[in-house]
């Protein structure tokens, strides 16, 4: 069993700058493959950015490319988002998760090879 928890979220302006942290239980996150996804009210969740076990590997959907970089520390067992230059549109709840058996070590970006959520944490940005 692996617990994810989000923390960072909040109330920014547009063309701020929020970081998200995502700390996961257990003793092989190392191996896992990593990514944040977003829904906003009305919408369908979307993936945001995804990173492989090394972070050698990582995605960004087109709408975060050049704001948001996914990164990871293996030793604190911890994903983060760093989010700049932050949009209304970019208001949703963000979501960490984990696929725990990547396949050949890659990133995925695809919902359903993620096995293991977090709870959610809250951006809301205003313009």
């Known amino acids: 069993q692996v617990q994810l928890v989000e923390s960072g979220g909040g109330l920014v302006q547009a063309g701020g700058s929020l970081r998200l942290s995502c700390v996961a239980s257990?003793?092989?996150?190392?191996?896992?493959?990593m990514g944040w996804f977003r829904q906003a009210p009305g919408k369908e969740r979307e993936i945001v950015a995804a990173?492989?076990?090394?972070?050698?590997?990582?995605y960004n959907t087109d709408s975060v490319k050049g704001r948001f970089t996914i990164s990871r520390d293996n030793s604190e067992n911890t994903v983060y988002l760093q989010m700049n230059s932050l949009k209304p549109e970019d208001t949703a709840v963000y979501y960490c998760?984990?696929?725990?058996?990547?396949?050949?070590?890659?990133?995925?970006?695809?919902?359903?090879?993620?096995?293991?959520w977090g709870q959610g944490t809250q951006v809301t940005v205003s313009s």
């Open positions: 998760a984990a696929n725990t058996r990547p396949l050949r070590g890659l990133l995925s970006t695809t919902q359903n090879l993620y096995d293991y």
């Open positions: 990173i492989n076990w090394s972070g050698g590997q990582t």
């Open positions: 257990g003793r092989t996150f190392s191996s896992y493959a």
